[in-house]
Every structure is written in C-alpha cells, then in structure tokens.
C-alpha cells in the first residue's frame, strides 16, 4: 500500500509558475512509476507526465511539453511538478498517481493503482 501526500497547489496569474509535491509514505516508490493527472469541472481525467522511478524516464502528454517538468528526490521520496507559463485552461484538480510500471499507467486513470487526494490549482487569466 502507497499513501501520497500532496502539495503546492493555489491560485496563479496565467504566465505564472507552481511545484506540486507528491511524496509517498509509509513505504517507498519502489521501482513504481510516478506521474500526474489532472482533472478539470466536467471533464475526464487525464494524463499530464510520469516518471519511472527508478530508470528516471519521463513521459509526457503533448499538452505539457515544454512547460511542465517532472523531477524525483530519491532521498525525499518525493515526485516534483513543476509547471511554468501557466494557463487558465490549466485549471484543474491535479492527482498523484502510482502504476507497477509505464505500461500500465500509460492505459489512463485505469491503469493506475493508487491516488493522491488531489490538489486544485487555478490559473486566472
């Protein structure tokens, strides 16, 4: 069992920056994969980024390419979002997310085992 602990969500300008923090307790990340999805009002949830935790891969979703960036603390056994030029239609509820590997996550919000209890983040413009 992985328990995540989020962090770092508010209210931005559009332009504006935050770092979300997930870190898991209880137990390590293990040779998971650690990612981010995002869910907006009346939407789907959907996959933002990930990173293997051990190989140090990242994927990314087209929408945060070259704006957002994942990094791990292996030491903290912490995951870090850190989303920069934000825009309002970036408005979500972001989660924390676990799968036993990449494949796995890369199915969508099925394919994950375990969840953070999410974090809303709110881009004005």
């Known amino acids: 069992q992985v328990q995540l602990v989020e962090s770092g969500g508010g209210l931005v300008q559009a332009g504006g920056s935050l770092r979300l923090s997930c870190a898991a307790s209880?137990?390590?990340?293990?040779?998971?994969?650690v990612g981010w999805f995002r869910q907006a009002p009346g939407k789907e949830r959907d996959f933002v980024l990930a990173?293997?935790?051990?190989?140090?891969?990242?994927y990314y979703a087209d929408s945060a390419k070259g704006r957002f960036t994942i990094s791990r603390d292996n030491a903290e056994n912490t995951v870090y979002l850190q989303m920069n030029s934000l825009k309002p239609e970036d408005t979500a509820i972001y989660y924390c997310?676990?799968?036993?590997?990449?494949?796995?996550?890369?199915?969508?919000?099925?394919?994950?085992?375990?969840w953070g209890q999410g974090t809303q983040v709110t881009v004005s413009s």
């Open positions: 209880r137990r390590t990340f293990d040779s998971y994969t």
């Open positions: 997310a676990v799968a036993s590997r990449w494949s796995q996550m890369s199915r969508g919000p099925s394919g994950v085992d375990y």
């Open positions: 990173i293997g935790w051990i190989s140090g891969t990242s």
